[in-house]
């Protein structure tokens, strides 16, 4: 069951990355991740209201820094679209996504076994060729390229601590915690936003779609923590984080765009990762 929730929440983020992407062609990305992450948090707050539960002190601790890394991963992946270096950091912030959590797993005593560490293995590799873009002409490439390895790393670390922190959230908490964590989120966006000389305030109505990119992603955010819940965290945010994979396939199905060589081999990574891990 692990398995299943964590591929439904790697497909709605996929979703959601999709929809901010179409979206953000025509928007700023700052106002795309900020009404994203403002769509989501009022979902997860009217669903809180839904299901009973009893955070504890601890939870809410857990919720404040899943929400930190939520906006600093949020914030540094839509700088790295803004500047037209996604190429770059997508692929590092998708590995790094699923190694923090990776490790938190280990060190809190999970043991995955053979098959699924061989899984884990090809899943690392087949996340960076699937997020991966074909390298530009450096000359047409606005900003250097180590600025897109910086903003990578920061969105890699915040989405691996936003994974991580999740994972120690109990099931008994319900889902006020995800809420606060939505919250924090929002407001550390406009904050860099504000820092970083952007305007994130939407100004067209289309900016509005952004928010369904925050629904999407909320209900991904909240399968993920079933899945931590009724699994491994290590297993859970790996596959989690083969959300890439999707977003692809959206882009070609529906967009027509070209799957290349580089992406159709992490997708045939992508497929043996999950095969490995589910009969492990």
Request: proline share 5%.
């Amino acid at each position: 069951m692990a398995i299943v929730l964590s591929l439904c929440a790697a497909l709605a983020y996929g979703l959601s990355d999709f929809v901010g992407g179409v979206v953000s062609r025509r928007i700023s990305p700052w106002t795309i991740a900020f009404m994203a992450q403002l769509g989501g948090a009022l979902t997860i707050l009217a669903l809180s209201l839904l299901v009973d539960g009893s955070p504890r002190g601890t939870d809410v601790g857990w919720a404040l820094l899943a929400g930190l890394g939520n906006g600093v991963g949020t914030a540094f992946l839509y700088r790295g679209l803004s500047a037209g270096r996604m190429g770059v950091v997508a692929p590092i912030s998708g590995v790094g996504a699923a190694l923090v959590p990776l490790l938190v797993g280990l060190l809190t005593g999970e043991r995955p076994g053979l098959l699924a560490w061989t899984g884990i293995v090809a899943a690392l590799p087949a996340i960076w060729l699937v997020a991966r873009e074909p390298t530009p002409d450096p000359s047409t490439t606005p900003g250097p390229a180590a600025s897109g390895v910086v903003d990578g790393v920061l969105a890699g670390l915040g989405f691996g601590v936003l994974f991580a922190a999740l994972g120690q959230i109990p099931e008994e908490s319900g889902l006020l915690p995800l809420a606060l964590n939505q919250l924090v989120g929002t407001t550390i966006v406009a904050g860099l936003a504000l820092a970083m000389g952007h305007a994130f305030w939407p100004r067209q109505a289309t900016a509005y779609v952004g928010m369904v990119s925050g629904v999407l992603g909320a209900a991904a955010t909240v399968l993920f923590l079933l899945a931590t819940q009724t699994g491994l965290l290590t297993i859970s945010a790996v596959i989690t984080s083969l959300y890439p994979a999707f977003t692809v396939l959206l882009a070609a199905a529906l967009l027509r765009e070209r799957i290349h060589r580089d992406q159709g081999i992490g997708l045939v990574l992508c497929a043996v990762a999950v095969g490995l891990i589910t009969v492990a």
